[in-house]
């Protein structure tokens, strides 16, 4: 029985962060060659990414690694262990994109910021259900949680309401990006569909409906999220100055 065995702590969650060991850089089985911790996580983000955390199993990453699932047994107990360091190393590719917006002011570095991990997300929207069953508590969530709060406290925040600010930015991200699931996401069919839909209901019986009918069909959904992202900052920076009057 290897140390993992004992550990009956749910993969990703906060005492399974903390009893995590040092990986070692190399893994593998005698006449198999090694195979280093970073290659098993980096192949299994590409898998995630190609066929879906939910479709994905520990033989696809076997196969695409030309090893054994014994092998990946050896060193991690289930496949939810693997989704919390891919998750997290997915997360670290945000890290760079945060370097240029620390000398902005704090509501163009959350602009900046949000916006960014929002297009990170619609070019990979098979991460998003992913990152929806984790909490950021691997090495580089909490860097990127660490950084957006140091930014909400040097601008004046008080405690409670950069934990407040940086939950709303966290999870508004995340959730709007749900709907970029390219099992969900609405086609331009359907918003042809739609617009056809409202132009024929009764103007009598809906009136407010029918007026803006047009507009309705015609918002993108990124137009959705830069709209929604404006408010939020705006209420924020409302609820700053609110703060500091008492």
């Known amino acids: 029985m290897n140390t993992y065995d004992q550990n009956p702590l749910p993969p990703g969650s906060p005492q399974w962060w903390l009893n995590q060991p040092v990986r070692e850089q190399k893994t593998g089985a005698r006449g198999r060659p090694s195979i280093s911790f970073d290659r098993i996580i980096a192949t299994a983000l590409e898998i995630v990414e190609s066929v879906g955390f939910q479709a994905f199993n520990m033989r696809m990453l076997a196969d695409s690694l030309g090893s054994g699932t014994a092998t990946l047994y050896r060193h991690f107990q289930s496949k939810d262990e693997i989704f919390a360091y891919a998750a997290d190393r997915f997360l670290g590719g945000l890290l760079n994109d945060e370097q240029d917006a620390a000398d902005l002011g704090w509501q163009d570095a959350c602009a900046l910021s949000m916006s960014r991990f929002y297009q990170k997300l619609n070019a990979h929207p098979n991460i998003v259900p992913l ?114 009057t008492g």
Do not use: C, W
Not at 159 to 185: K, R
Not at 192 to 205: P, V
Not at 235 to 243: E, W, Y
């Open 131 to 244: 990152l929806a069953t984790q909490i950021p508590l691997g090495p580089n969530g909490l860097e990127l949680r660490e950084r957006v709060l140091a930014m909400f406290l040097k601008a004046g925040f008080t405690p409670p309401l950069a934990a407040s600010a940086y939950t709303t930015m966290a999870h508004y991200v995340i959730g709007f990006a749900g709907q970029l699931n390219p099992v969900g996401q609405h086609s331009h069919n359907a918003s042809a569909e739609l617009r056809g839909f409202f132009q024929q209901l009764e103007s009598s019986k809906y009136p407010a409906t029918v007026k803006i009918a047009p507009h309705l069909s015609n918002i993108s959904i990124n137009d959705e999220f830069d709209f929604g992202l404006k408010l939020i900052i705006v209420g924020l920076d409302h609820a700053l100055q609110a703060s500091k």
